[in-house]
């Protein structure tokens, strides 16, 4: 069974403060993506990466970075966090870009006050 | 643009019918990929079924099985036998094979409530 395991689960920041959230995957997946969740906006892309120390921008990139130093580890970083970015944080990887299922974590609530 | 369309918002079934969530998709490439995925009320994410455009037959995973018609752009997502655990989101998602680094599409997500 694919394994992706999101640090941490939950957190509150506070706003202007930094976030990191890490990812680790153990599928020996090429892909990892950061997807974000809000109500009524399902799963949109943050970033993804497809090799080591090499990253992407995905659909709504703007307030975060990304940090994909090992095939098996990808973080996302909120450098000043905001209000807007309290959400529901996935990490995910596949094996391929194309044909191939992802897999999830659990998922991380942040709540920026 | 590519765009993926769950019209349903939610639906709610007796155990044991059969209900079927529909899912309509734009795109302009002739070779795409076509999945759904769980999400429960725990919010973890699972995926369940995925359909080739280019395979005629529609794909079965256990009481899950799709409806795909290409002619229509349509993917629907057919469970049969429902039970309570049944009860979640599901989420149409489209990928286009463009390249190597091609992105997946979702839609809204499809709100299921299985009662007893």
Known sequence: EAAVTQSPR????????????SCH?????????????????????????????STEKGDIPDGYKA?????????????????SQTAVYFCASSLTGSNTEVFFGKGTRLTVV | A???????????????TTVTMD??????????????????????????????????????VGHYS??????KS??????TATQIEDSAVYFCAMRELVGDNSKLIWGLGTSLVVNP
């Open chain 1, 25 to 53: 995957q153990t599928n020996n997946h090429d892909y990892m993506y950061w997807y974000r969740q809000d109500t009524g906006h399902g799963l949109r892309l943050i970033h993804y990466s497809y090799v080591a120390d």
């Open chain 1, 67 to 83: 940090s994909r130093p090992s095939q098996e580890n990808f973080s996302l970083i909120l450098e000043l966090a905001s209000l």
């Open chain 2, 23 to 60: 899912c309509v998709y734009e795109t302009q490439d002739s070779s795409y990929f076509l999945f759904w995925y769980k999400q429960t009320a725990s919010g973890e994410i699972v995926f369940l079924i995925r359909q080739d455009s280019y395979k005629k037959e529609n794909a079965t």
């Open chain 1, 10 to 21: 939950s957190k509150v920041a506070v706003t202007g403060g930094k976030v990191t959230l």
């Open chain 2, 74 to 79: 349509s993917i629907g997502l057919i469970i």
């Open chain 2, 2 to 16: 590519q765009k993926v369309t769950q019209t349903q918002t939610s639906i709610s079934v007796m155990e044991k």
């Open chain 2, 66 to 71: 799709l409806n795909f018609q290409k002619p």
